[in-house]
Structures are given as C-alpha cells and as structure tokens.
C-alpha cells in the first residue's frame, strides 16, 4: 500500500513509500496529471504528489545528504540560474506554489524550448528568461528583489556569478544554494580544493557559508553550499 508523509524537517517535502518498499522524496503536484521527467505520479488523499529523483536533481540529493534546513518556502519569491529543462525547478515550483514565483534564467534557447514546453506551460509561478547569468544586468528590468537565489551554472566561475547576482537582486539577509560542479571550474584540481576555492569567493563577497554538502553518490565531483547573504 502506497504511503505518502510529510518530510519531517521540511515544509512542502514529503516521503513517498510505494507498493514494493521504495521510498522516495517527493512534492504535491500544482499542475495535476503532468510530468516533467520520468518521475511517478501518486494520487492520495485528493492530491497528487511527484516522486524526487535525487539522481535528477541536485536539491533533492542534498536533501538526503543531509540538508540542515531547507530556504525554499512557500510564497517565496527565487531567482533560479541554470534552469535547464526544469526538473528541480518544477519540484520548487511546487513548494512555493501558486503565491510563490520563480525567475527561471536559461542561456541555451534548445533547453529553454524544453523548459518552456514541460514546466512554464502547465505552471503560472515560472517566469522564463532566456539570458546568460553571467551579465545579470541583462534582466535587471524583469526581476525584482528575491528571497533566495539557486545557481546551477556549468560555468568556470560559478561563485562569481552567484555573488554578481547577488549583488542585484537578493534581499538583505536572503538566503542561496549553489551547485558546484568542480570540473567545470578546474579539472586539475581535486574536487574539494575547488570547493574550497569557490566557498573563500562567496565569504570575500558577503555570504556566509551555512553548510557544504558533497553530493555523492548522487551528483560525482559535485557539492551544494548553503549561504546566507551577511548585512
């Protein structure tokens, strides 16, 4: 019998445990009866919940590494950098629901094209921008003050455009996740000295590390830091 419970830390998290025994994390569904990857859908109790595949999704894998709190909330206003096709962007779509509004930033137009067909047209809360993070001025006219920024750019100089964005559009105080992706900033490096590297960035750029988390076995060479924009 299929089991779904709220996550116990997370508001807008849930455990869903299937027929057979597997347990996945999961979110409510605000646009019913649509997918956006592979992930399952469960009819309980007059919703419908998403399963979270944390090997699909950066977020959910820091979740089960061991996340301390989770920033995302309903009703929250986030900047997203590096949509992609939208999978974990959909799962926050879900959290902060219909009250809440993602800035989806996408460079590639192929991927946005797929974003826009699985997650902006089935979702009102996802506003796509088709720009590059790395120039935040370019959308300067289309986003205002956020709550917390979720930067997943496959980009050299991934704390630099998160701090640049930052420095736009995140509230005093606002919180930010960043996925780091080590070989995209230094291959010849070991993947921990290239967190290191990038984490001295942030804390010279005002943030406060609240937590580092390596995302294996999920995500290989891959680490979510969790910050706090300092006044």
């Known amino acids: ?23 996945y994390l999961g979110t409510k569904n605000i646009a019913r009866g649509v997918r956006v990857y592979d992930e399952k859908l469960i009819d309980y109790g ?12 950066k977020l959910a894998g820091a979740i ?3 996340l301390k709190e989770m920033p995302v909330k309903e009703g929250q206003k986030i900047l997203y950098l590096g949509t992609s096709t939208g999978t974990t962007a959909s799962h926050i779509s879900d959290i902060v629901g219909e009250k809440g509004i993602i800035y989806g ?7 946005m094209r797929e974003f826009l067909e699985r997650c902006v047209k089935y979702r009102v ?35 630099k455009i998160l701090a640049d964005n930052s420095d736009f559009f995140l509230r005093s105080e606002g919180k930010a996740l960043l996925a780091i992706k080590a070989s995209s900033i230094d291959v010849t490096l070991e993947p921990t000295e290239v967190f290191r590297r990038e984490m001295i960035i942030l ?10 988390l390596h995302l294996e076995p999920y995500d290989k060479d891959h680490a979510m830091v969790y910050l706090e924009k300092e006044t």
Request: net charge negative; no cysteine.
């Open 1 to 23: 019998m299929t089991r779904i419970q709220r996550h116990d830390k997370f508001e807008g998290v849930y455990w869903i445990e299937l027929d057979d025994g597997t347990k």
């Open 105 to 111: 930033v996408e460079f590639a137009a192929r991927v």
């Open 203 to 212: 804390e010279k750029r005002g943030f406060k590390v609240l937590q580092m």
């Open 64 to 66: 089960l590494k061991g």
């Open 125 to 159: 809360n996802l506003i796509p921008i088709l720009a590059d993070a790395r120039d935040p001025r370019s959308y300067l006219d289309y986003v205002e003050e956020v709550d917390l920024i979720y930067a997943d750019v496959a980009q050299p100089e991934q704390a």
């Open 46 to 57: 007059g919703d419908e919940y998403r399963t979270w595949n944390a090997y699909k999704s």
